[in-house]
């Protein structure tokens, strides 16, 4: 077959693509999207980032008009909400723009969630023990060793509470693990700065959180 000439070419591509419009177009929502919709918010009641109820939307992580055919997939959805304020579903969901999305957005709504129980229950220990002075003593120690840290090596904020964490965690993991509830308390007085100061963990350390949550959980809960 002889090559098309440069205009034919573009026109033959010209038509092709009119051709084609109507199709792409016409991927229209499947007959079974109501029902799928509503099987999902029955089975994923609440929104996966924020836990709320309001404004619920049902969330294609890989989207619909790349990959009609995970229309009804269930392992394709997520509850996120569109409530007044919040908006998980533009934030979480597509990155802030609807001509986004985020193929993690499953995973981050996991750590998220995680962290906010361990948040709580941090904050409960530290009421129930009565060590709000001894925690915000050691918070207090901490942050300036972390300034020191971003003063002297130029690093950010963030990854030098990383590295204080981690030289922390490894001098005190032996009394942590067994079960030493004064080192307990300043694990929570910790976990609640890290928390609120929104440090963000690196992703293999994120994954490692959410698998040992509930054993954090269980030793958080105050005895
Ligand atoms: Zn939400
Ligand atoms: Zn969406």
């Not at 609807?98 to 969630?113: G, Y």
């Not at 963990?201 to 269980?218: F, G, H, K, N, T």
């Amino acid at each position: 077959m002889k090559p098309l000439a440069p205009r034919a070419a573009y026109l033959f591509a010209a038509l092709l693509a009119l051709a084609l419009l109507p199709t792409c177009d016409a991927a229209e929502r499947s007959p079974h999207w109501e029902k799928v919709r509503a099987e999902h918010l029955k089975a994923e009641p609440s929104c996966a980032w924020c836990g709320g109820a309001k404004d619920l939307q049902v969330h294609h992580v890989k989207p619909f008009h790349e990959h009609p055919e995970l229309e009804l997939d269930q392992a394709n959805l997520i509850t996120l909400c569109e409530a007044p304020g919040l908006n998980c579903h533009l934030i979480h969901g597509h990155h802030g723009d609807w001509k986004k999305e985020n193929p993690e957005v499953r995973e981050q709504c996991e750590l998220h969630r995680a962290m906010v129980r361990i948040r709580e229950a941090a904050a409960a220990r530290i009421v129930k023990r009565k060590c709000e002075a001894k925690a915000a003593a050691l918070q207090k120690r901490l942050i300036e060793r972390i300034d020191q840290r971003v003063a002297d090596s130029g690093r950010t904020w963030d990854a030098c509470a990383v590295d204080v964490a981690t030289d922390w965690l490894a001098d005190r993991r032996g009394a942590l693990e067994a079960g030493n509830q004064d080192r307990w308390d300043e694990a929570a007085a910790f976990l609640l700065l890290v928390y609120d100061r929104g440090v963000t963990p690196a992703p293999d350390v994120r994954r490692e959180l959410v698998a040992q949550v509930e054993d954090i959980l269980r030793r958080l809960a105050a005895e």
